[in-house]
């Protein structure tokens, strides 16, 4: 295998041309109410160019994500279901796991597209909301475009140090 000492000056053209100057990623935070944050990366420039956030029902998610297929990655935050939060869950009424069910929605459309997806925390929100600039409240309610953002913005910063 070549070293970088070896090769050509075209061989090194050729791959830097390979390598995208631009990437697009999205956060999502699942739930009965989603949201999500789409942004527009530049590797050249190391930062954020762009960034939209929306919210998406239920019961559109699935055609929704469809139409995101030319992102390079996907983060989604985790269903955890912690002990202390199991009664009141259970007593909610929603014991068929919907968010649960739409991480793995998310998990087999990147597989089935070849997208890179990766599997967020909730703990992991704090920090991404200090990334994003935005007011971390713990607990808050009806922020899911935001918890979106910070799933995001952490992802930049892990994968691309920006």
Same mark, same amino acid.
């Given at each position: 295998?070549?070293?970088? !000492?070896?090769? #050509?000056?075209?061989?090194?053209?050729?791959?830097? +041309? %390979?390598?995208?100057?631009?990437?697009?990623?999205?956060?999502?935070?699942?739930?009965?109410?989603?949201?999500?944050? +789409?942004?527009?990366? #530049? +590797?050249?420039?190391?930062?954020? =160019?762009?960034?939209?956030?929306?919210?998406?029902?239920?019961?559109?998610?699935?055609?929704? +994500? #469809?139409?995101?297929?030319?992102?390079?990655?996907?983060?989604? !935050?985790?269903?955890?279901?912690?002990?202390?939060?199991?009664?009141?869950? =259970?007593?909610?009424?929603?014991?068929?796991? !919907?968010? %649960?069910?739409?991480?793995?929605?998310? !998990?087999?459309?990147?597989?089935?597209?070849?997208?890179?997806?990766?599997? *967020?925390?909730? %703990?992991?929100?704090?920090?991404?909301?200090?990334? *994003?600039?935005?007011?971390?409240?713990?607990?808050?309610?009806?922020?899911? $475009?935001?918890? *979106?953002? $910070?799933?995001?913005?952490?992802?930049?910063?892990?994968?691309?140090?920006?």
């Amino acid at each position: 295998m070549p070293t970088d !000492e070896s090769k #050509s000056p075209s061989q090194s053209i050729v791959e830097d +041309l %390979a390598k995208p100057t631009e990437i697009t990623a999205l956060g999502i935070d699942p739930g009965k109410i989603s949201g999500w944050c +789409l942004g527009v990366v #530049s +590797l050249k420039e190391r930062k954020v =160019l762009k960034v939209t956030m929306g919210q998406v029902p239920i019961e559109t998610f699935s055609t929704w +994500l #469809s139409s995101y297929k030319n992102c390079e990655w996907i983060t989604v !935050e985790d269903f955890i279901l912690r002990d202390g939060k199991k009664t009141e869950f =259970l007593n909610q009424g929603w014991h068929q796991l !919907e968010t %649960a069910k739409l991480v793995g929605r998310v !998990e087999q459309f990147c597989f089935e597209q070849g997208i890179k997806c990766r599997v *967020a925390q909730p %703990a992991e929100k704090p920090y991404g909301y200090k990334l *994003a600039q935005l007011p971390y409240i713990p607990g808050k309610k009806g922020t899911h $475009a935001f918890d *979106a953002a $910070a799933h995001f913005y952490n992802l930049i910063r892990r994968v691309y140090q920006i």
